[in-house]
């Protein structure tokens, strides 16, 4: 296990959403060598403290330091009212009184508490093992470059949650180890954390009124035309039962209960090498939150592409075709609310869809879930700012739009129009299980990246869209 050396800063980059007010704005990690606490502390405040130019109230604010961060202590004096540390956290040096902190013994026990571990997989299609040893079942294939949550360290592997409902055993040849802490953030950041987090809400805000603006432009021009036609005739409006149904072929799933929302058992068959080397490779990035980003669009890179009609997990494929759609979220595109529920066809008020509403929504969903990035899991939640689940998560995204997906992964699974993985786009859904078990879902927002509610240490978190192997894909908007 890679443990406590040298102080350096690294982002983390969980971010808060605009919801999320008690969250620290600024996460980021320090890493040292075993023992070496001496001059290490942890903040203990009831919300935050500031850092000053000088040891006393009366200089400039450099920083902020909120509770449970860790710092250097570069050194004592004595300042306004007693002693005084001056620190370094983040990128912040500056001054704070001394009775903030622990330090010693107690910073010690305090730090190995409130530590985060994490592994990057440094070979793709790496297999996530049942127990720690090369032999027990393969539960699935994690991706080069993701990065996970360690639990334990268990001799030559590591325990790694994947998602809530997944947790399992890697080998330590197969990936690098940090241990990271919250730290101080300089004004500046906390002023740029905040505009991004603006930013995002401002994104939303912009495509649900695109989105409503292209749905009232169809409606008056669907209007038009149930008026007079090319011809001058009358056309009668569209009937009511024009309205298609999402329900596609689906895999074989388990029945769910509201009491186990996201939970089974079920796993894949294994084989004796650790890495799988049919596994397409997959040129993943690091994200800075503990969680990977795919580093561009699925356009000429390998992945997952599943079965389309099979609840199981599958091994990857050799190549996965760049989704005809590349629609991202951004201020000027679309979002909205939609009056179809679980139709294969967004509709406006009175007939079909088109491209346009279509693309709007796509875009609308992706813009609308970003804002909600670093909120809290809570199993059994549905809500967006308290806490939500995957499924949770993924239920209140869609009914934003006026969407009903279902309540569990398993029940979204099913009323899905399954298509393949091969051709996702921004605002489908991907699903990930054991065996014939669907237990997790997350949302594709295009560049091979995927929003999910993940587990409890994590929250709402962006990760590479097989940073475990899909089991199966589907859409409610099309």
Not at 97 to 111: C, I, M, N, P, R
Not at 310 to 335: F, L, R
Request: net charge negative; glycine share 10%.
């Amino acid at each position: 296990m890679l443990t406590l050396s040298c102080v350096c800063a690294m982002t983390l980059g969980v971010i808060p959403a605009y919801a999320d007010v008690q969250k620290s704005p600024h996460t980021v990690s320090v890493v040292a060598s075993q023992g070496n606490y001496e001059n290490i502390a942890v903040s203990q405040v009831s919300d935050y403290v500031n850092i000053r130019e000088n040891p006393n109230t009366d200089s400039t604010i450099v920083g902020k330091i909120y509770n449970n961060c860790a710092a250097t202590i570069l050194e004592t004096v004595e300042g306004e009212g007693g002693k005084w540390y001056r620190i370094q956290s983040g990128a912040v040096t500056g001054y704070i009184k001394a009775q903030y902190f622990v330090t010693g013994d107690s910073a010690e026990q305090l730090a190995r508490t409130i530590r985060r571990e994490f592994v990057t997989i440094s070979a793709d299609g790496l297999r996530l093992r049942a127990e720690p040893n090369l032999t027990s079942t393969t539960l699935t294939l994690l991706s080069q470059g993701a990065e996970y949550i360690v639990v334990d360290d268990e001799g030559d592997f590591f325990k790694v949650e994947i998602d809530e409902d997944l947790v399992g055993y890697i080998s330590k040849n197969y990936c690098t180890a940090r241990v990271e802490f919250d730290q101080a953030v300089t004004l500046q950041e906390e002023k740029e954390k905040k505009a991004e987090e603006e930013k995002r809400k401002q994104e939303a805000d912009s495509a649900i009124a695109q989105l409503e603006e292209v749905r009232r432009v169809e409606a008056k021009e669907e209007a038009e035309e149930s008026q007079t036609g090319n011809n001058g005739t009358t056309i009668a409006p569209n009937p009511s039962g024009a309205e298609s149904s999402t329900n596609g072929s689906t895999p074989t799933t388990s029945n769910s209960s509201s009491e186990n929302p996201d939970n089974g058992a079920t796993i894949i068959a294994t084989k004796p090498d650790e890495v799988d080397t049919t596994a397409p490779a997959q040129n993943n990035s690091n994200s800075s939150s503990g969680t990977s980003i795919a580093s561009g669009p699925l356009t000429g890179t390998t992945g997952s592409t599943g079965s389309t009609n099979s609840g199981t997990s599958t091994k990857p494929s050799a190549t996965v075709v760049q989704p005809s759609n590349t629609t991202t979220s951004s201020g000027t595109t679309t979002a909205g609310t939609s009056d179809s529920k679980n139709s294969a066809t967004i509709k406006g008020s009175g007939g079909p869809g088109s491209t346009a509403v279509v693309t709007a929504t796509r875009t609308a969903i992706v813009a609308y879930a970003k804002q909600f990035l670093g909120n809290k899991y809570v199993y059994g939640g549905t809500s967006l700012t308290t806490g939500a689940d995957c499924s949770g998560f993924t239920q209140a995204i869609f009914a934003h739009f006026g969407i009903t997906t279902g309540r569990t992964s398993r029940d979204q699974a099913q009323n899905v129009k399954t298509i393949p993985i091969s051709s996702v786009q921004p605002g489908d859904l991907l699903f990930y299980g054991s065996g014939s078990t669907i237990t997790h879902v997350a949302i594709y927002i295009g560049d091979g990246k995927v929003i999910h509610s993940s587990n409890s240490r994590t929250g709402v978190i962006i990760s590479p869209y097989n940073y475990r192997t899909p089991s199966k894909a589907g859409t409610f908007l099309n």
